[in-house]
Antibody
Framework: QVQLQASGPGLVEPSQTLSLTCTVS??????????WSWIRQPAGKGLEWIGR???????NYHPSVNSRITVSIDTSKNQFSLRLGSVTAADTAVYYC??????????????WGQGALVTVSS | EIVMTQSPATLSVSPGERATLSCRAS??????LAWYQQKPGQAPRLLVY???TRATGIPARFSGSGSGTEFTLTISSLQSEDFAVYYC????????FGQGTKLEIK
């Protein structure tokens, strides 16, 4: 059973960088066949996909955050990470990590982490 | 960006009755459509993918249908644990989610 767990600081000051790590257990992040994504959800609102990474290190980002986001992977630790720079209050949200297939028909998100609440405030 | 529109925003149904949730895509997403259930304080849970295939461990009372731009999630006989928010998501071209339908007890 694959499990994902997001972790990181819960409070970030405006204009600083948000950093989160997702630790994957029950399967190897480097085995291929999957993209590893970050999805966020502001309080009381819907879900927004913001970025993904493949085991090879290839990344894709949502245009709304493209200039501020970096997703990286550490296969030795079975982890992938999110960095989002120049944050504002609009970036306050629960951030989820999730696994999706690497083919069009399997790209749904089958495993999710429990979510990490990040508040941007001084 | 493909826009996903769910209706209704809130659906009030009595336990044991049927619930029908709708999702429309702004352009065809083929059958690359998933449904998720989310309860307060929890991560979304995959219910259906490929528009109509139930995920592992999902009860048979959940069924999905549709293709192209119109999709439906039906819950045949509502149980107490089914009252939650439901999201549709397309993964035909990147990923976008609907705004959600809150299924509440009538």
């Amino acid at each position: 059973q694959v499990q994902l767990q997001a972790s990181g600081p819960g409070l970030v000051e405006p204009s600083q960088t948000l950093s989160l790590t997702c630790t994957v257990s029950g399967g190897s992040i480097s085995s291929g066949g999957y993209y590893w994504s970050w999805i966020r959800q502001p309080a009381g609102k819907g879900l927004e996909w913001i970025g993904r990474i493949y085991a090879s290190g290839g990344t894709n980002y949502h245009p709304s955050v493209n200039s501020r986001i970096t997703v990286s992977i550490d296969t030795s630790k079975n982890q992938f990470s999110l960095r989002l720079g120049s944050v504002t209050a609009a970036d306050t949200a629960v951030y989820y990590c999730a696994r999706g297939g690497d083919m069009a028909m399997t790209a749904h998100f089958d495993y999710w982490g429990q979510g990490a609440l990040v508040t941007v405030s001084s | 960006e493909i826009v996903m529109t769910q209706s209704p925003a809130t659906l009030s149904v009595s336990p044991g009755e049927r619930a029908t949730l709708s999702c429309r895509a702004s352009q065809s997403v083929s059958s690359n459509l998933a449904w998720y259930q989310q309860k307060p304080g929890q991560a979304p849970r995959l219910l259906v993918y490929g528009a109509s295939t139930r995920a592992t461990g999902i009860p048979a009372r959940f069924s999905g249908s549709g293709s192209g731009t119109e999709f439906t999630l039906t819950i045949s006989s509502l149980q107490s644990e089914d009252f939650a928010v439901y999201y549709c998501q397309q993964y035909n071209y990147w990923y976008t989610f609907g705004q959600g339908t809150k299924l509440e007890i009538k």
